[in-house]
């Protein structure tokens, strides 16, 4: 008789994976642009559990990679790709988060769906890019679809939904 099969965290991440996309469709919008809740999928909030990433944990972002330590940034609707420069639990510097970029509302709302670490998968998440004291409150001069932001990094934290 066989005995029973155990996964390891790494093969459970890679399971839960499989699907995942990288940007987000059927968001609705509030009449301001901005989007409107979103629950976390399920594998997310299984792969957030078993990496033991916990509500409220944060690190440091590079919001777009491709603009690295450029003051000012601007910022696009749509796909952004940043990059962990600090670790985020088990995910190390250099891990990329991909996920949306809305600029609708008087701030910029970055919501991340996706971790990609430099020597593994990529795995569902659910995190937010966030500053205090408003600072992802975009520039007056953005132009409709942009927002230009005073700062190339921010906060990256883990939330449970999209609120």
Known sequence: MNA?????????????????????GGVGLHSDG?????????????TMRILRLRVGDGANVTLDINQDDVSPITLYDGPVESMLISSLGPLETTTRLYGRVWTGGPQVVVRYYEAHPPDGDKI??????????????KRPDSKPGTAILEFSSAGVDIVESYR
Do not use: F
Not at 4 to 24: E, H, Y
Not at 34 to 46: G, Y
Not at 124 to 137: D, E, F, H, M
């Open 4 to 24: 029973p099969r155990k996964w390891s965290p790494a093969a459970l991440v890679l399971a839960l994976s499989l699907g995942c996309t990288t940007t987000r």
């Open 34 to 46: 901005t989007p409107k809740p979103e629950d976390c999928p399920e594998d997310a909030l299984n």
């Open 124 to 137: 569902p998440i659910c995190a937010v890019a966030r500053l205090s004291k408003g600072q992802l409150r």
